[in-house]
């Protein structure tokens, strides 16, 4: 029992990092019909300048993460101004290769500044040692990762519901042509979520190289994870994306600790088949009514 | 207080509108009639400024609007509802009226003005809370132009407001319309359903295949030979 509780506590941790990442494909995707294939490499640029920050500048690690937050920001904007505004009446596939191309440029920029070899955040960077709990024992940076998830979703879901930029957001990923007649900007609005997307990839990225290492190319496989988690979730969805993430962390774990860690990513991927085969939009996802 | 002069829209190389030219008085309903893909929607799209023009002008109280972005021609005083009425489904009554106001900023008057449009329309008032999605057609309609009046406009634009409605709906709306008018607000009505639409208006223009072809006083083209011919069945 010990064990299993154990396990289930690894899985929300890496699949809090998941749904982090996957907010910002499913928010992406819900207000441009893009799969923003970068978004895991911002997530890498995040944990970079939390590296740096830290390592490098003696900065403790919340104002770290917030700088990795703001730049990722900025990043995501600038991402989105260059390479796909002009592209926003393209076919798909154009815009979909673009973002392809921008996730090879930051990963390959990024090697030729700070070399392909991976570094380590400062020991203990994000806590150290063991909160026990009766039997179970709790590493302390999993807690960070959990509670700070958790804090992310509750401000995101307050802006998102509650705020007028939120509203917006909502409103022009429902319908844009109906959302400029009440005079909201679609320009202003999409960059708002991609600095809504950047700032959780950066709060993800930095967590994750904390717990791990950085290089340029750690956001590869967990990008492709959290884009799985999303459209397992129900891309588009918000809460689908918390789902999806949070899941895949659980599957993932379980089944490398009671099967073989070989076959983690067998399982979750079978998972996902078969969820899109029952239900195409996935779990919390709307049947698809697209729009002509 | 409003006039478009020779205005042209392509889409590709169709030719949508060709030398649009009407005007709109102050406190006036004016109305455009046409059929199927006459262009109607897209000379409501053009004015408020989501479908580029190739030439002509577009003037509102004076100024040019006609390279203007939307939220500019918005924030100067034209809302539209568009047609299909095109709510947000997935956001509540009250939050699809909040965007209705989102470029005001004195929320004392936004509140007064929200129980303005309770007032007018009493159902939204009880279905406040619900998703706007769930509305019936009828109700659609009166949140499409209870939002778009959130944003107190001078000049407000109606894209076939009668579609898909019942007969006492359609009444219910046009009278609607009209009390919109007395309170100051000056309307540009399209429609298909020429017969409602000419017995509400004070002038009207008839617009087929891109082009105005007739224009006058709304009862008096009710009476025309041709209009009743082409629009009111005979
Ligand atoms: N986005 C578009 N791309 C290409 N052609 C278009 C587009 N929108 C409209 N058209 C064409 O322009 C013409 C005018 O269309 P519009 O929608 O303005 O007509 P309408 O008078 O509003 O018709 P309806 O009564 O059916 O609403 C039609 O021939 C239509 O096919
Ligand atoms: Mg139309």
Redo the contacts between chains.
């Keep these: 029992m010990e064990q299993f509780l154990q396990q289930m506590i690894n899985g929300i941790s890496i699949g809090s990092i998941y749904a982090l990442v996957a907010l910002g494909y499913t928010m992406v995707y819900g207000i441009i019909k893009l799969i923003n294939f970068a978004h895991g490499d911002v997530m890498m640029i995040g944990a970079y300048v939390g590296y740096a920050c830290v390592a490098l500048f003696n900065i403790p690690f919340i104002p770290s993460m917030l700088i990795a937050m703001v730049v990722c920001s900025i990043l995501g904007v600038i991402i989105e101004r260059v390479a796909y505004k002009p592209l926003r009446n393209a076919q798909r596939i154009t815009v979909l290769i673009t973002a392809i191309g921008v996730s090879f440029l930051l990963e390959y920029v990024m090697m030729y500044f700070v070399g392909a070899t991976s570094k380590t955040y400062p020991q203990g960077a994000l806590g150290a040692g063991k909160l026990s709990l009766g039997a179970l024992s709790i590493n302390v940076e999993q807690v960070y990762v959990i509670t700070t998830t958790i804090i992310m979703m509750i401000v995101l879901q307050y802006i998102i519901k509650r705020t007028?930029l939120g509203?917006?957001m909502?409103?022009v990923s429902?319908?844009q042509?109906?959302?400029?007649?009440?005079?909201?900007?679609v320009d202003r609005t999409i960059s708002f979520t991609f600095i809504l997307g950047s700032s959780l990839a950066a709060v993800a990225g930095v967590m994750l190289g904390a717990m791990y290492t950085i290089s340029p190319l750690m956001g590869v496989q967990p990008g492709l994870k959290a884009f799985v988690a999303a459209v397992f979730g129900g891309i588009g969805s918000i809460p689908g994306a918390m789902l999806g993430g949070i899941l895949l962390g659980l599957i993932e774990t379980l089944v490398s600790a009671y099967l073989s860690s070989s076959y983690k990513d067998a399982v979750a991927f079978a998972i996902l088949i078969i969820v899109l085969i029952v239900r195409p939009a996935g779990i919390l996802g709307k049947n698809v009514r697209e729009k002509v | 207080m409003f006039e478009i002069n020779n205005l042209n829209v392509y889409y590709g190389v169709i030719h949508a509108l060709r030398d649009v030219s009407l005007k709109i008085n102050q406190g006036e309903i004016v109305t455009l009639i046409g059929s199927n893909g006459a262009g109607k929607t897209t000379t409501l799209r053009a004015i408020?400024g989501?479908t580029p023009s190739k030439s002509g002008e577009i003037k509102f109280m004076d100024e040019n609007i006609e390279k203007a972005?939307?939220?500019q021609i918005?924030?100067s005083g034209i809302?539209?509802v568009?047609e299909g009425r095109?709510?947000?489904?997935?956001?509540s009554v009250l939050?699809n009226l909040?965007?209705?106001a989102?470029?005001r900023k004195d929320k004392e008057e936004i509140r007064q003005d929200l129980e303005q449009v309770y007032l007018r329309f009493p159902r939204l008032k009880d279905r406040r809370t619900q998703l706007a999605g769930t509305l019936s057609g009828g109700e659609q309609q009166m949140l499409a132009m209870g939002?778009?009046l959130m944003?107190k406009p001078k000049l407000l634009l109606l894209d076939e407001p009668s579609m898909g409605l019942s007969p006492v709906l359609v009444q219910e709306i046009f009278q609607i319309i009209k009390d919109i008018n007395k309170t100051g607000t000056t309307i540009l009505l399209v429609e298909q359903n020429a017969h409602m639409a000419l017995s509400i208006a004070n002038r009207a223009y008839i617009l087929e295949t891109g082009e105005i072809t007739m224009s006058g006083d709304a009862s008096e083209l009710a009476q025309s030979d041709a209009v009743r011919k082409a629009y009111l069945g005979g």
């Design positions: 007028k509203k917006a909502r409103a429902s319908d042509d109906a959302a400029q007649l009440m005079g909201i900007s | 408020s989501i972005k939307t939220m918005v924030k809302s539209q568009p095109r709510i947000f489904p997935d956001m939050e909040q965007m209705g989102y470029l939002r778009a944003a």
